[in-house]
C-alpha cells in the first residue's frame, strides 16, 4: 500500500503571500491531520478532517485553514504568511480517528522569507 | 494542560544500549506511542503502550508505568542507523489530539 505522500516537498515564498499544500492518505484512511513541527515547539497539532468536515482544531489563528475532498485528499493553507510560519508541515492520516496510529507523509518544509 | 518531558539529546555508542525518558501530565490517558524521525523524514510509528510493563519489538523495547506518569524506550544492540530523532506521544481522553514531546536526538558514535 502506498503510503501518506504530500506536495510540494520545499517551498519558499516571502511575508504576505499564501500557501496550499497538499496531503494524499493512504488508501482507506478517511482521518487526516495536519501537524507544525518547530525546532522550538517540537510537534503541533493544526487540525483533523473527516468526511470532508473538520472535526477537531488545535490553537492556531484562523490563518491557518484547510479541508478535505471526498476521496479523503486534504489541502491546508496559510494566507498572509509570517516568518514564524517557516516550519515543517506534516500530514497524518489514519483509519477512522486521530487517536489512532498516525502515518506520517514526508513533510512540506516552508521557508517565509 | 498537557506537559511532556524527554531529554532533547542523547549520545550513545555503537553496539550499546540507550534508555532515552519520557515523564507526562495529560488530560487523562489512553496510551502512549513512540515514533522515530530520521532527519529530514517523517516519524514512523515504533511501539504503542497502554497497559503497564514492557513491550519487546526485537531490538525496541517500550515501557509504561500509568501510576508513574512514565515511559520509556529502550534500543538495544545500538547501530549507527538509529541516528534519529525519538518523539513521545500520548493519547489524552476522549476524541483528542496525541500530544507530543519535542523528541529525543539521539547520536550514536563509532
Known amino acids: 500500500k502506498a503510503g501518506v505522500t504530500q506536495t510540494p516537498r520545499y517551498l519558499i515564498k516571502t511575508r504576505g503571500q499564501q500557501v496550499t499544500l497538499s496531503c494524499s492518505p493512504i488508501s482507506g484512511h478517511r482521518s487526516v491531520s495536519w501537524y507544525q513541527q518547530t525546532p522550538g515547539q517540537g510537534l503541533q497539532f493544526l487540525f483533523e478532517?473527516?468526511?470532508?468536515?473538520?472535526?477537531n482544531k488545535g490553537n492556531f489563528p484562523g490563518r491557518f485553514s484547510g479541508r478535505q475532498f471526498s476521496n479523503s485528499r486534504s489541502e491546508m493553507n496559510v494566507s498572509t504568511l509570517e516568518l514564524g510560519d517557516s516550519a515543517l508541515y506534516l500530514c497524518?492520516?489514519?483509519?477512522?480517528?486521530?487517536?489512532?496510529?498516525?502515518?506520517f507523509g514526508p513533510g512540506t518544509r516552508l521557508l517565509v522569507l | 494542560g498537557q506537559n511532556i518531558d524527554q531529554p532533547t539529546e542523547m549520545t550513545a555508542t555503537e553496539g550499546a544500549i540507550v534508555q532515552i525518558n519520557c515523564t507526562y501530565q495529560?488530560?487523562?490517558?489512553?496510551?502512549l506511542f513512540w515514533y522515530q524521525q530520521h532527519a529530514g523524514e517523517a516519524p514512523t510509528f515504533l511501539s504503542y503502550?497502554?497497559?503497564?510493563g514492557l513491550e519487546e519489538k526485537g531490538r525496541f523495547s517500550s515501557f509504561l508505568s500509568r501510576s508513574k506518569g512514565y515511559s520509556y524506550l529502550l534500543l538495544k544492540e545500538l547501530q549507527m542507523k538509529d541516528s534519529a530523532s525519538y518523539l513521545c506521544?500520548?493519547?489524552?481522553?476522549?476524541?483528542?489530539?496525541?500530544?507530543f514531546g519535542k523528541g529525543t536526538r539521539l547520536s550514536v558514535i563509532a
Open positions: 497524518a492520516s489514519s483509519l477512522r480517528n486521530l487517536q489512532e496510529t498516525q502515518y
Open positions: 495529560t488530560s487523562g490517558f489512553n496510551g
Open positions: 506521544a500520548v493519547r489524552p481522553s476522549g476524541n483528542t489530539p496525541l500530544v
Open positions: 478532517y473527516f468526511s470532508e468536515t473538520q472535526r
Open positions: 503502550n497502554v497497559l503497564d
